[in-house]
């Protein structure tokens, strides 16, 4: 693979992982099988897997990159960066709201 199609991947799975906890909330909400939480619960720990394989194809790309002599496919490893670690973001930010949600409801 090239540092492009790596790009490409890698952006991939970042905009997958930024979209896993909203796609979550949405589906909790037009569907009345399923809870908020419970969509949650699924939904944080899959965008964490996500965004870090995500960082692992950028850095992959990002390598094949560095060493090659044409510089072809910067803008989309850039992107690739910037939409993986985007995605490590919203996935500990819901780890964070969901663990303060665990101590708030033990204390209540």
Known sequence: MSASSEGVVAAALGGVAVLAIPAAGAAAAYTT??????A????VPAAFVIALLAV???RRARVRLERSVRRAGGRIVRTARFLAFAGLYVA??????LGFYGVLHLRS
């Open 40 to 43: 949650v619960y699924v939904a």
């Open 56 to 58: 692992a194809v950028y």
């Open 33 to 38: 099988r399923i809870t908020l939480l419970e």
């Open 92 to 97: 500990v930010t819901g780890a964070l709201a």
